[in-house]
């Protein structure tokens, strides 16, 4: 924050309003979020730092700290860029805030942040979430939280071409130290679930193996689901989403589909399952029964939905065999990014170390890793 701050001051000689906004971690439950299910994240402590100011000039100017690189904005005329490509998160904004009439005012902006690209911490809702709330104070727009992560969502789906569900900028705009939270992606009802890992912690294992959402397999996933949907409905009339499926539905309906859209149906309407009863084992602090379903959740990731890849069956695999630890998925879009651990504070060391150098035995990659605790929502730091 204080690099942001500091290059803030350089290029505009004022002194900022400082906004964070966290990535997220999703404990369990993993595209539901499109389906109108159920999903558990929590925003971490890692995200991007933001500096804005009100612009005495006649453009709006956006600095990135960690590409250098200036973009100037035309408030008028938000369109999609092919270059660079992180302005289309801001932009996409901006045309919403358009969209409903905000009294926008020419701005100055420096943003950088500690989340890796690629790596399923959803650093796009960051920077959206942390982009709009920045400019809500700035500019004292009067908009709520839920009109802010709508808008952000938009810009994701509108802008960055990726038709996310609500998760991700939910998660980075409502997230409370210390907290998951139970989510339902139908009515966004939600409900804060204390983290008590006691002497365990969250661990995440980067693959190093980056992906792009927007031109992976991610929007047939979807795609896939909503074919499962339209199937379902002319036997099943009250189903309009995977959340209103059973598997017994499925069952029922299971010849009239491929069996790649039976598996991805069926892996989500287990997945929905799951993550309901997780949150009981949250409850109860039965952290060991939550670490099963975890196994079991990237199991079904790797087969049924096949969002996984070699390298992150392979962390999942070493997880399995290591001592201390009672959970391990991959976490995020799949086809790269992490692997989520919960382990024990005295197994942490040597599992990273053994883990990293078996891993590039295997792949010829360097395993990055990162301690993650809980964190809050975006935030606005200090007012300048």
């Known amino acids: ?120 911490l959803s650093s796009s809702a960051a920077m959206e979430c942390g982009f709009v709330v920045g400019l809500n104070e700035l500019l004292h727009l009067g908009l709520s939280r839920l009109e802010m992560v709508h808008m952000a969502q938009w810009a994701e789906h509108q802008y960055a071409g990726v038709k996310c569900g609500i998760m991700d900028q939910f998660s980075s705009m409502m997230g409370k130290k210390d907290h998951a939270f139970l989510l339902d992606c139908r009515t966004l009802a939600y409900e804060y679930l204390p983290l008590h890992l006691g002497d365990y912690e969250l661990l995440l294992c ?18 896939e689901c909503q074919h499962g949907v339209e199937v379902l409905q002319k036997s099943f009339p009250e189903v309009t989403a995977l959340r209103d499926a059973t598997v017994l539905m499925l069952q029922t309906c299971q010849q009239q589909v491929p069996a790649t859209v039976f598996n991805r149906c069926l892996f989500v309407v287990e997945e929905n399952a799951r993550v309901t009863e997780a949150a009981l084992d949250l409850k109860k602090g039965d952290l060991h029964a939550f670490g099963k379903k975890m196994f079991t959740a990237h199991e079904g990731l790797s087969k049924q939905y096949e969002v996984s890849c070699p390298e992150l069956d392979y962390l999942v695999e070493l997880a399995i065999h290591a001592p201390g630890i009672l959970g391990a998925r ?47 929502g975006a935030t606005v730091v200090m007012n300048g």
């Open 206 to 223: 980067d693959t190093n193996v980056k992906h792009s959402l927007a031109t992976s397999a991610y929007n047939t996933r979807r795609s």
């Open 1 to 120: 924050m204080n690099a942001v701050r500091l290059k803030f001051i350089e290029l505009f000689q004022s002194e900022p309003l400082l906004v964070h906004a966290p990535g997220r971690i999703n404990l369990i439950g993993e595209h539901t979020d499109y389906n109108e299910g159920f999903v558990m994240p929590a925003a971490i402590h890692m995200g991007v730092q933001f500096a804005f100011a009100v612009s005495q000039n006649n453009v709006s100017q956006i600095y990135s700290l960690k590409y250098n690189q200036l973009f100037n904005l035309e408030l008028t005329n938000p369109a999609k860029v092919e270059s660079p490509a992180w302005a289309n998160y801001f932009l996409g904004i901006v045309n919403r805030l358009n969209a409903i009439g905000a009294p926008l005012q020419n701005f100055t902006c420096v943003f950088d942040g500690d989340l890796p690209t690629g790596a399923g």
């Open 330 to 376: 991959m976490i995020g879009g799949g086809f790269g990014g992490c692997t989520l651990n919960m382990i024990h504070r005295n197994a942490v060391e040597t599992f990273i170390t053994t883990t990293a150098t078996a891993y590039h035995a295997r792949f010829g990659k360097t395993m990055n890793h990162y301690r993650v605790k809980p964190g809050a």
